[in-house]
């Protein structure tokens, strides 16, 4: 069955100290990758698209990669108002089934204090 | 351009009762996702409809329902309910290619209705 797992669960920064967060994902196929980023008791709010190995995408202080397995989410220089929950989710490349679905991990809680 | 819309916002019903949850597309797309996110979980795919029709569904049962309209907004009911409904039900709309909702990119979601079953 198709799976995504984040990691870490939930990961403190201190404002400026740089880390990654982690996706990996077993599916038949890959047919995107989506990072979303969901404030308390809102709708995920979409950040990057990544479609094959090797491709990077950035935005702001957010940068986005992709490999065969598993995607990292990079944070460059964080600031208390990039604290929230990054969510990972995959469509599979099934081309056999006209479905769209796509397949969350549980997310990264980020909180970054002064 | 508008982006997705839900209502309500918050819902409390009881145990065996109905709700229905509606959502407005973003525009320009034809296709609507349900999923529904439990507290400190990641979103469960419900159904998905194209061209009024569902075209899918995930692991839930038949009293979970929904109709897609001509202008592409989007209902789901749900019947009997259980506590273990309780949870944000997340409606996503996305442009699905000549391959149908297989062949479409990114799907925007909007802000949710918080159901509480008592």
Known sequence: EDQVTQSPEALRLQEGES???NCSYTVSGLRGLFWYRQ????????LFTLYSAGEEKEKERLKATL???ESFLHITA??????????????ADDRGSTLGRLYFGRGTQLTVWP | ETGVT???????????QQVTLRCSSQSGHNTVSWYQQALGQGPQFIFQYYREEE????NFPPRFSGL?????SSELNVNALELDDSALYLCASSLAGEGGPWDTDTQYFGPGTRLTVL
Do not use: W
């Open chain 1, 19 to 21: 880390s990654s967060l």
């Open chain 2, 6 to 16: 839900q209502s309500p916002t918050h819902l409390i019903k009881t145990r065996g």
């Open chain 1, 39 to 46: 404030d308390p008791g809102k709708g995920p709010e979409f």
């Open chain 2, 55 to 58: 075209n899918g569904r995930g």
């Open chain 1, 78 to 91: 964080p600031k208390p108002e990039d604290s929230a929950t990054y969510l990972c989710a995959v469509q």
């Open chain 2, 68 to 72: 897609q309209f001509p202008n592409y």
């Open chain 1, 67 to 69: 490999t065969k397995k």
